[in-house]
């Protein structure tokens, strides 16, 4: 299930985002979470299961989502999760057109690869 970040899950979202490559340095990390906790464009969801195991930030125009981040703790990968918080998304704010930045980009080709947009149909 995709949940709004709130600020008392922040240890477990850096955790998480510090998987991704840009955000290795801790300043780097830090100024990325107030991005998302004060500019009101920038928005983080959190993958909730048992416990939270992923994350996706996004980057609101008008008319886009840019997914900034996404990132699923590692013993949870290849299970789908980050297939199904992009179609979540899609889902949530079926308005606006989602996209990857240059970051996101290789990750978000092979969920719509994997036919991000057919698994309700395979379901």
């Not at 100024?31 to 993958?47: A, D, R, S």
């Not at 889902?91 to 690869?113: G, Q």
Request: proline content about 2%.
């Amino acid at each position: 299930m995709l949940i709004r970040y709130k600020k008392a899950f922040e240890k477990i979202a850096m955790g998480l985002l510090s998987f991704m490559p840009n955000e290795k340095d801790l300043k780097k990390l830090q100024q990325t979470m107030k991005q998302y906790e004060t500019e009101e464009n920038w928005q983080l969801f959190l993958w909730k299961e048992e416990d939270i195991v992923g994350l996706i930030g996004v980057y609101k125009t008008e008319g886009t989502l840019e997914i900034q981040h996404i990132s699923v703790n590692p013993s949870h990968r290849h299970e789908g999760i980050g297939k199904s918080m992009v179609k979540h998304l899609r889902d949530m704010h079926s308005e606006l057109e989602v996209k990857p930045n240059s970051d996101t980009a290789s990750f978000f080709e092979k969920c719509d690869e994997m036919g991000v947009d057919n698994e309700e149909q395979e379901q």
